[in-house]
């Protein structure tokens, strides 16, 4: 008698996927005896490991918004994984030659992060037990069907023949999200409702026409950069004489960015990595809260102490800056009683207020195209100081994130200002401290002179379509433009175009963000809730599909929400339950 084989699916397979995969070996790999495996890894192209975000195929000037001293595929737990994992910097040190303190603080492209991932993965690939099939299907899953303890998929890919699944990782990312919009955007001639990848999206817009784009934070800079110095533009000169745009002729005539605020991202400067968390109040609150707690508003009852953090950050820095005492530990009302003091003896100096920076609002005395390259100046001016009291108050929230995950895992906030909270105060925390690089801001100002790049519109203008026009209320001015750029990642999944997760059987289920889109609901464990509110066991999200639940999922952080080491341990577990590895194995 034949044993039967056990098989395993990674769906979705970018930087999530790798580290299922890795720490699915790993687990192997402390065992003495395991029965065949065959290992099944789907993603919708060939750049297996990266994903689109990080596919090695694309331009340089598209790069990292945070330090390669951050990237590191090493995991956080045991057991080791089946060979040596060396940091980014390390990684890169040996390839360019330079010192590993230099690479620390440097920024990479994007492309060469994905060089780094794929690498790995051969490695992986390499090192599994013979034991061990590992097969790559280039396909989109479209559906799961639960049959008895297992699971068979269905894919695009009408010639693959689905085996029983005994354990699948789900690590689809923004994959369903993007086809959701894709499916719904309305179609014309002028609308890119999707950006990624460019070479494909963009190429037929042409030399000197108007481009407006949706959006001005990450993903817009991308598209900025793509229609620019990706059409054989350059930038001459540095960050620190200024830099200075050489047209090539094969630009748009303008590129017109937009949103609802008009208020771009704060960039980051290398200054942030020195940082240190001063102030705890947020922390105190959690570890206060009784076992069992009421749900809180988050308006009402965590952004002001949010507030008092944002606060404590930024005149625990001015205070040391000016030589002035106070008792750092103090609480929020002692801390105002410094802060009156201090102002008393510093009269000429702005008093700070949290909401300053929550919701800025730019001077657009002069126009508001002029506001938004005031307001780069002045970031990029306060990240060139020693220790700057705004950038310290801008980084606040990448430390108090830590504590508001678990109000959030916890299922801690109202229904209604958790919505909230992941349509309005998601994107405005994301805005302040999770900007882009300065080099990319140094690029838009450069573009702003070269009169390519125009904010004229940025706030909120009315957008007609049929005469494909932007105006803006601010002054009577119009512009006529022939092409409509949807520039920001899509968040939350339609619930009735989700591909596999709309089409599971009853194995998912949302929460409502509104009438078409909702989050997956699933436990702690990343376990999906199915229809009737029970936990599906042998299928586990990780990363995006579980920001219903667990917040704040880092593409290439293996620490955050790491759903994917229970998973694969697990896992491996199960390879001694007679049910699933029938007692037969291979020595």
């Known amino acids: 008698?034949?044993?039967?084989?056990?098989?395993?699916g990674i769906v979705g397979f970018g930087p999530k996927g790798f580290y299922g995969?890795?720490?699915?070996?790993?687990?192997?790999?402390?065992?003495?005896?395991?029965?065949?495996?065959?290992?099944?890894?789907?993603?919708?192209?060939?750049?297996?490991?990266t994903g689109w975000v990080y596919d090695c195929n694309q331009p340089d000037f598209l790069v990292m918004n945070y330090p390669n001293q951050y990237i590191s595929l090493k995991p956080h737990t045991n057991p080791l994984p089946v060979c040596d994992l060396l940091p980014f910097t390390k990684w890169r040190a040996q390839r360019s030659k330079n010192s590993e303190e230099f690479e620390e603080t440097q920024i990479a492209p994007r492309n060469e992060v994905g060089c780094y991932l794929t690498s790995y993965f051969e490695k992986l690939v390499a090192n599994a037990k013979p034991q061990i099939t590992i097969h790559k299907h280039i396909t989109t899953v479209m559906g799961i069907k639960h049959e008895g303890s297992r699971f068979k998929l269905q894919t695009k890919d009408i010639g693959f023949q689905s085996p029983y699944f005994d354990s699948l990782l789900l690590t689809t990312g923004h994959s369903p999200s993007i086809t959701g919009r894709l499916e719904n955007a309305k179609k014309n001639d002028c609308?890119?409702?999707?950006?990624?990848p460019f070479s494909e999206t963009m190429k037929h817009i042409g030399a000197q026409e108007i481009v407006s784009c949706k959006g001005i934070g990450l993903t817009a800079i991308d598209t900025i950069l793509a229609l620019t110095e990706g059409r054989s533009g350059y930038f001459n000169g540095s960050s620190v004489s200024?830099?200075?745009?050489?047209?090539?002729?094969?630009?748009?005539?303008?590129?017109?960015?937009?949103?609802?605020?008009g208020i771009p991202g704060i960039p980051r400067g290398s200054n942030t990595v020195?940082?240190?968390?001063t102030s705890f109040y947020l922390k105190r609150f959690v570890e206060n809260l009784p076992k069992s707690s009421a749900k809180f508003d988050f308006e009402k009852d965590i952004l002001p102490v949010i507030k008092q953090d944002i606060v404590a950050a930024f005149y625990h820095s001015l205070f040391k800056r000016c030589n002035f005492n106070f008792e750092p530990d103090a609480d929020f009302k002692n801390l105002q009683k410094a802060i009156d003091?201090?102002?008393e003896k510093n009269s000429e100096l702005k008093r700070f207020s949290a909401d300053d920076l929550l919701f800025s609002i730019l001077n657009t005395k002069k126009n508001q195209h002029q506001a938004v390259k005031t307001y780069w100046k002045f970031w990029l001016n306060e990240n060139k100081k020693e220790a700057s009291p705004y950038v310290a108050a801008a980084a606040a929230?990448?430390?108090?994130?830590?504590?508001?995950?678990?109000?959030?895992?916890?299922?801690?906030?109202?229904e209604a200002s958790k919505i909230r909270f992941q349509q309005h105060y998601f994107g405005v925390f994301n805005r302040i401290s999770y900007g882009p690089p300065e080099i990319n801001i140094h690029k838009m100002i450069a573009l702003m002179d070269a009169e390519i790049l125009d904010f004229s519109f940025a706030k909120n203008p009315t957008i007609t379509m049929h005469s494909k026009q932007l105006e803006t209320d601010a002054v009577t001015q119009k512009v006529h433009f022939q092409h409509y750029v949807d520039a920001r990642l899509p968040r939350g999944h339609n619930k009735k175009k989700s591909e596999m997760y709309s089409n599971g059987n009853g194995l998912f289920s949302f929460e409502n963000q509104s009438d078409n889109l909702g989050e997956i609901r699933c436990t702690q464990e990343g376990n999906p809730i199915n229809i009737e509110g029970n936990s599906i066991q042998k299928i586990v999200l990780y990363g995006t599909p579980t920001e219903g639940t667990l917040f704040d999922n880092d593409t290439l952080s293996r620490k955050h929400n790491d759903t994917a080491t229970q998973w694969a341990k697990d896992t491996v577990a199960q390879l001694q339950d007679?049910?699933?590895?029938?007692?037969?194995?291979?020595k």
């Not at 020195?274 to 968390?277: A, H």
């Not at 007679?578 to 291979?586: L, P, V």
Request: charged share 25%.
């Open 397 to 414: 929230w990448r430390f108090l994130a830590e504590d508001f995950k678990y109000l959030y895992r916890n299922n801690l906030l109202t």
């Open 274 to 277: 020195m940082l240190k968390q």
């Open 1 to 8: 008698m034949i044993a039967e084989q056990i098989h395993i």
């Open 578 to 586: 007679t049910k699933m590895a029938y007692s037969y194995y291979e």
């Open 341 to 343: 003091r201090f102002h």
């Open 242 to 261: 200024g830099l200075a745009y050489c047209k090539s002729g094969l630009e748009p005539k303008l590129i017109l960015p937009f949103s609802r605020s």
């Open 191 to 196: 609308t890119i409702p999707f950006v990624y």
């Open 21 to 49: 995969l890795e720490r699915l070996l790993a687990f192997l790999n402390e065992k003495t005896e395991i029965p065949k495996i065959q290992i099944h890894l789907f993603n919708k192209t060939d750049a297996f490991a």
